[in-house]
């Protein structure tokens, strides 16, 4: 534990000795009373003890099974998982609210998830990543502290500093997995009027999904695998990058229901800058029918060296950059939503962005696959999703096409995926009346390769030629 963090607790816990002053040691023949305090006084609620007291606790209970059906020759996988969470968030006092939640994870059954395939060498790919990714043999200790955080409201703002959850385009929860990824440092929401919101920060620590520890931002990137340079080499950039943190910064304008744009700015210090804007709009609207479009622009340009003097050992070649466009158009009505969805990534270069941070913020994203590390790319996705009258049901079907360079053109294919077809078909269902909480949640992916693969097996596990069947039971509180 850092200093920082060190000093919080001690000041917390100072400030609520002054403000409860009880005896520190019990006679041995009371009952044990650790977690005791004096009684409250319901009337008075402006004190610090009536805050936390006040406070209210979540909990999160999740199973997961995944298996992965590889091509005939190659290693199959499952896996099944389980585990609970709690998170704890206190009323506001004077404006603040201390939050902090943790979680843990069990292997319930799997495969050897130690065991490479003969064929290729690779490990499973997906079903590691429901445990720990750093350690595959640990079926018991997977647990982390997720959300430890101080946060300040002002007006209808706050300012929050800590560990804690972050949506954004490229930053995000990416929580296809038993746990989402989480930041530390410092961020802000700031809402001016109705129109204008701004929101950004600086954050120097993370902790992925599929893992357990805290890292610095760039002893996290590269705990995936990290692919090749663009010379062909195997990537060598963990642990051997140089950066201050990340600095993230986002202005959305809504004039109205009917528009909305966004622009954000991405810094990775001394490694990459990646800028992003969108457009959202409705074109028209008649009763419960509407038909709306989208727009995204990526630009991304390498920062000096991109984090190392050695090209062995950078994230991002010198001087590299990327372009993307992505764009959609979408008829929703009270019981169903379809949309075409097309993205281009220019060959100028490879678009990057630490997998460990996020997934793609593309239209034509889908899950279980990235488009992230590859250049010169036309993807185009059709998606339909039906919604039940009381919304407790909902299923949906997506196609995606996805044109990917040559998997031997390292300068523009960092993984070495081969073009593919991609099909997703999922079901969602929240119980309600005595089962209420609970939420079932079905995913059937299969991707389909339509390029050479040059008869070598390690451009098709675990990322063509496969089916993947996800099924999780969710119980929150």
């Known amino acids: 534990m850092n200093f920082v963090w060190f000093t919080l607790i001690v000041s917390l816990l100072v400030i609520l000795c002054f403000s409860n002053i009880q005896a520190q040691h019990q006679d041995l023949q009371e009952k044990p009373g650790i977690w005791k305090s004096s009684e409250l006084d319901s009337t008075d609620t402006n004190n610090l003890l009536s805050a936390f007291r006040r406070g209210k606790f979540n909990g999160h209970f999740r199973y997961f099974f995944m298996a992965t059906d590889n091509e005939s020759g190659l290693t199959d996988y499952f896996a099944n998982a389980g585990g ?233 070649q010198k001087g590299s950059k990327s372009m993307v466009f992505s764009g959609r158009i979408v008829f929703k009505n009270s019981f169903l939503e379809t949309s075409l969805n097309y993205t281009r990534i220019t060959s100028h270069g490879r678009y990057l962005f630490p997998r460990e941070w996020g997934r793609d913020p593309f239209y034509t994203f889908m899950p279980r696959e990235r488009n992230e590390g590859y250049g010169d790319v036309h993807a185009s996705v059709a998606k339909i999703n039906y919604f039940s009258k009381s919304k407790r049901f909902t299923t949906g079907l997506a196609i995606g096409y996805f044109e990917l360079p040559d998997v031997k053109d390292f300068k523009l294919n960092k993984y070495g995926m081969p073009s593919y077809f991609q099909l997703n078909a999922e079901v969602r269902y929240l119980f309600s009346g005595k089962l209420q909480g609970f939420e079932l949640y079905a995913l059937f992916v299969s991707k389909i390769k339509n390029d050479t693969t040059y008869d070598n097996p390690k451009y098709i596990i675990n990322k063509v030629g496969m089916n993947l069947y996800n099924l999780v039971l969710n119980y929150r509180f």
Do not use: C
Not at 244 to 262: C, D, E, H, M, Q
Not at 293 to 305: E, K, P, V
């Open 84 to 316: 609970g969470g709690l998170r704890y968030e206190t009323d506001k006092f004077k404006g603040f609210q201390f939050g902090v939640s943790g979680f843990y994870i069990f292997n319930l059954g799997s495969s050897d998830l130690t065991k490479k395939d003969s064929a290729t060498n690779q490990l499973s790919r997906y079903e590691l990543g429901l445990f720990d990714v750093e350690n595959p043999e640990n079926k018991n200790d997977i647990n982390r502290l997720e959300e430890f955080y101080l946060k300040y409201h002002f007006r209808k703002s706050y300012l929050q500093f800590g560990k804690f959850l972050l949506n954004s385009p490229l930053i995000n929860l990416q929580d296809g997995r038993m746990r989402p990824s989480v930041v530390e440092g410092i961020w802000m929401e700031l809402f001016s009027g109705k129109l204008f919101k701004i929101e950004g920060g600086f954050l120097y620590n993370f902790s992925p999904r599929s893992t357990t520890k805290w890292y610095s931002g760039v002893k996290s990137i590269g705990l995936y695998p990290s692919g090749v340079q663009t010379g062909g080499m195997q990537s060598n950039y963990f642990n051997n990058l140089n950066s201050n943190g990340t600095g993230v910064l986002g202005i959305s304008y809504n004039r109205n229901a009917r528009f909305k744009i966004s622009i954000w700015n991405y810094t990775i210090d001394n490694i990459l800058n990646s800028a992003l804007l969108q457009s959202d709009f409705t074109i028209f609207k008649e009763k419960k029918s509407t038909f709306s479009g989208g727009i995204q622009l990526i630009r991304q340009d390498a920062i000096q060296n991109g984090g190392n003097t050695d090209p062995l050992k950078t994230y991002i």
